[in-house]
């Protein structure tokens, strides 16, 4: 973690500023603990990741193969033992999500040639330089490098460990990446001057999502959503399509810019392996206030 992102970080709990606690320390923050100076909350950071979650144990708990390689990753005596803590809080369960977000990283990563993307980095190099961006769920990273090339500091979060990893390694010097829930944000009521939120309005309740990027908006949104609604079990509650988000974004006193205000079918493929390929058409708006 740089010394920038600190900076940007706040409690979830109670919104408060944090303090850095480092245990192991280069050119950034390889290990150590972000503490809450109000409430005394400790997020940990292992092998330069901060984890801003408001329940580490809770996280863990559902990826317990992940908790054994952080505990194998922690480097630090105090690290390993914050670890087993919260490992030990946790009741056996048959659910281990571990795996099934490695191999999403994954697919992310051998599908960055897709088409989806160059449209992206093009839209984005249209828009003026921004101070301070955040890309929700930004897996891998490849549109936040993207950013980072044209704006002073980019901020990705997703849940995925395994995906903010990937990103950790080729990233900029002027961007980060955290361990976070979109819906329960570590940056307190900071805005941003560019918010990214890409193909996550059908695996977080868009509602909840479009009301948290709205607020934490200052100039521009960008969003997308292939609205594959029809996930089983993991579905959604609620459901937008292309009308009602353009709506729902107007409401909330943005102006449609890029030549967005209608639906677009941008091709996205992901590859999953050599013998199956995702193939989805994306809806893309930039938006602005």
Known sequence: MFDFTAKYLRCINCKSDLSTEPLISDDELQEGFLNCVKCGHSYPVISSIPFMLDNFSSYLSIRMTLGGQLMLMAKSQKMKSFVKSALGK??????????????????????????????????????????LVLEHGCSIG??????????????????????????KKNQRK?????????????????????????????????????????????????????????????????????????????????????????PSFIPWKLNVNSR???????????AKK
């Open 174 to 262: 002027n961007s980060d990446f955290v361990v976070a829930d979109s819906l329960n944000a570590p940056f307190g009521n900071r805005k941003f001057d560019l918010v990214i939120a890409l193909n996550l309005l059908d695996i977080v309740e868009p509602t909840e999502l479009l009301r948290t990027v709205s607020r934490q908006t200052r100039k521009f949104l960008v969003l997308s959503d292939p609205y594959d609604f029809e996930r089983g079990k993991d579905s959604v509650k609620s459901k937008t399509g292309p009308e009602e988000l353009r709506l729902h974004l107007r409401n909330a006193g943005f102006r449609l810019i890029q030549r967005t205000n209608r």
């Open 90 to 131: 946790i009741s056996p369960t048959s659910k281990d999500t571990s795996n099934l977000e490695r191999n999403w990283s994954g697919i992310y990563k051998r599908s960055t040639g897709s088409k989806f993307y160059a449209h992206v980095k093009d839209l984005l190099q249209k828009l003026p330089r921004c101070d």
């Open 276 to 286: 199956l390929n995702l193939n989805y058409k994306v809806d893309l708006i930039v």
């Open 142 to 167: 490849h549109v936040t490098r993207e950013s980072a090339k044209q704006n002073l500091h980019v901020l990705g979060i997703d849940k995925s460990f395994y995906g903010i990893l990937e990103a």
